[in-house]
């Protein structure tokens, strides 16, 4: 089925600002650019996001959609953007009509195999629906395979399979669909924050360099791979020489990432002018090292990260996270549950539904603190 879905909109006005909302899939050539992107706008939220408030997407029956199962599928529930998407998934399909009992959220604690387990044992009890942020993207063709031969809709989310597998869906018409941002776009809003600081400010050791250290995660995650790839595109589309000191894996990590930067400060010292951190956990970690090895933020080294959670945004409020990206937890977690909805309805979705991210620096860390809060 490939009726086209309406995204669902936030509660607010800041997101009907700020943001674009979720659509469908345009790969971009490049990086976005920056007077185009939803960072642009200011205005304030004018309303609470919570999930009692949203709307429905279509005049589905409610008594219906409490019969209905709902499997779900999170990588590892330790991961703090995980855990606010989960969070919110689970009420806004309540709010929508769905019984809590029948709501069944599992954890893979990191680990495909656990997860391949859940997901047989879900079809076992015959779920209607099932909803998957899967442990590695590169297991979505043999879970897809499953779940399609047992006649069950099937919901990806965050973790975005390969460009090939999304086209077997597309070429064989199955109900099948995956919901999330390009995480191109936030790599690149974490290079641009560093790009409108201005060569001048960030290029301490003046050799002519954006001289800078990457924490990525998950290397097995295409996020990953796109954060890191776009972080460091925006600087050079942007005219920048770079120089990469280290690249190290922190897997998401808060503590992996806390003895990375620590070390990389002791081999680099002032050399180190960026750190660029693949989400807010292991920014975290890295403000930590930096703090301890006497360095500021803002003032002899920058620091950004991704997902704006609290803590982080309040770092960037004080001055000590340089900036952050916000990955929009409520417009992901709606729209998956509005696409389960669909094929629960027989509505149909595309087989992408794209989500933007948000730029956010000091100016626009309150806005969205108060919002996600």
């Not at 700020?18 to 960072?39: F, I, Q, R, V, Y």
């Amino acid at each position: 089925m490939k009726k086209r879905v309406l995204s669902i909109m936030m509660a607010t006005a800041m997101i009907a600002t700020l943001m674009m909302g979720c659509g469908n899939k345009e790969t971009p050539a490049s990086a976005p650019a920056a007077d185009n992107t939803p960072a642009a706008n200011t205005e304030a939220p004018a309303a609470d996001t919570s999930a009692a408030d949203a709307e429905a997407p279509a005049a589905e029956a409610s008594g219906s959609l409490a019969d209905m199962k709902v499997g779900v599928c999170i990588y590892q529930f330790s991961d703090n953007f995980m855990t606010l998407f989960r969070t919110e998934l689970e009420n806004y399909l309540i709010a929508q009509g769905f019984s809590k009992d029948n709501i069944k959220i599992v954890d893979g604690a990191n680990d495909q195999a656990t997860q391949s387990g859940q997901i047989d044992n879900f079809i076992a009890e015959g779920v209607d629906v099932l909803i998957i942020n899967p442990v590695n993207s590169s297991s979505a063709e043999t879970i897809t395979d499953k779940v399609v031969a047992a006649n069950i809709p099937l919901v990806y989310i965050n973790r975005e399979p390969g460009e090939d597998e999304e086209k077997r869906w597309a070429d064989n018409d199955w109900n099948v669909t995956y919901v999330g941002c390009d995480a191109r776009q936030s790599g690149t809003f974490q290079g641009e924050m560093i790009v409108d600081l201005g060569l001048e400010k960030v290029d301490m050791n003046g050799n002519g360099k954006v001289d800078y250290i990457m924490v990525e995660g998950d290397p097995e995650n295409v996020d990953a791979q796109y954060r890191t790839e776009f972080s460091v595109k925006a600087l050079t589309d942007a005219g920048l020489e770079v120089e990469c000191l280290s690249d190290q894996v922190g897997n998401w990590q808060q503590d992996q990432a806390q003895s990375i930067v620590a070390n990389a400060l002791a081999q680099y010292g002032n050399d180190v002018e960026v750190v660029f951190c693949n989400n807010d956990a292991m920014a975290l970690g890295a403000l930590q090292a930096i703090e301890a090895a006497g360095r500021t933020v803002g003032q002899d080294i920058y620091l950004v990260g991704v997902d704006a959670l609290s803590e982080a945004l309040e770092n960037v409020l004080a001055g000590t996270m340089t900036g952050t990206v916000f990955n929009d937890h409520f417009s992901q977690s709606h729209s998956a549950a509005d696409a389960a909805i669909n094929y629960l309805t027989g509505a149909g979705n595309e087989h992408y539904i794209g989500c933007d991210y948000v730029k956010v620096t000091q100016d626009k860390a309150q806005e969205v603190l108060d919002m996600v809060k």
